[in-house]
């Protein structure tokens, strides 16, 4: 059954769950676990690309709060998840200039409630997020998107450096911000289909993803901070590429 906390317990329950395409989060299995049950449930995982992960028993018992997990526990997201090969076509069916948002490892809850808020009142066609490494959805990220974590599809993929390569394959120029560039952000075109690369406060967008992208830029600034907050930052980005569409 599921829970308060939005778990799912026992081995049956979770792979009813994960055939019916409810949207599991990660699925925690007993360490030491071989056999049918393993097998079973590390094919729907891949299938579904649900993480899986071997965990102490201790854990287990902690988080069932003494229920029968039967060695295995779900966590549910409160939002569903999205292929992003189905959101891309859809986007160019409806005739529409496709924008995503990718988020490499921006782990803080509320910024990333921050940034799907931008997200979805600039149009955000889907942001796409890996499967680790990657803000927790829950209610505090839904309450400081203010409901648009209900709204801006999210898309788990399991690595961001391919599903970039299949982005550009189907049109896009994926652009990513850095501290570092000379390109002015309003000096960029942001007119075609675009998936702008939005790196973590401490490391911004890692390097293989930065060699990957099309063009980099930078938000200008005058004051003698750091740099913005990366809500704020996606906020000025997604500001700036609606400017240019209008």
């Known amino acids: 059954m599921k829970s308060k906390q939005q778990l799912i317990f026992g081995r049956h329950p ?4 994960i055939k019916a395409g409810e949207p599991v989060d990660k699925v925690l299995l ?3 676990t071989t056999g049918e049950v393993e097998i079973q449930l590390r094919k729907l995982c891949q ?3 649900i993480p899986i992960t071997m965990t102490p028993r201790e854990k287990l018992d902690r988080l069932s709060s003494g229920k029968n997990h039967q060695g295995v526990i779900a966590f549910i997201s409160p939002v569903r998840f999205y292929d992003v090969e189905d959101i891309v076509p859809h986007i160019y069916e409806k005739g529409e200039t496709p924008l995503l948002l990718i988020l490499d490892e921006i782990t803080d809850t509320r910024n990333f409630g921050a940034i799907t808020r931008s ?4 149009g955000v066609h889907a942001i796409i997020v890996p499967m680790k490494g990657s803000a927790k959805i829950g209610a505090d990220a839904i309450k400081t998107s203010a409901g648009a974590l209900l709204k ?3 898309c788990k993929v399991k690595s961001l450096n391919s599903i970039v390569e299949y982005l550009q394959d ?3 120029q994926i652009f990513a911000s850095n501290l570092k560039s000379k390109n002015d952000i309003s000096k960029v075109d942001f007119t075609g289909p675009t998936a702008i690369v939005i790196g973590s406060e401490d490391n911004g967008v890692s390097t293989g993803l930065l060699r990957k992208a099309d063009k980099q830029f930078i938000i200008p600034q005058i004051g003698t901070s750091d740099s913005l907050n990366v809500s704020v930052s996606a906020g000025v980005m997604l500001y700036e590429v609606q400017r240019q569409r209008r």
């Open 14 to 17: 979770i792979v009813d769950a």
């Open 119 to 122: 997200a979805e009142i600039f």
């Open 170 to 172: 189907s049109g896009f």
């Open 30 to 32: 007993l360490m030491g």
């Open 152 to 154: 801006v599809p999210i």
């Open 47 to 49: 299938q579904k690309r």
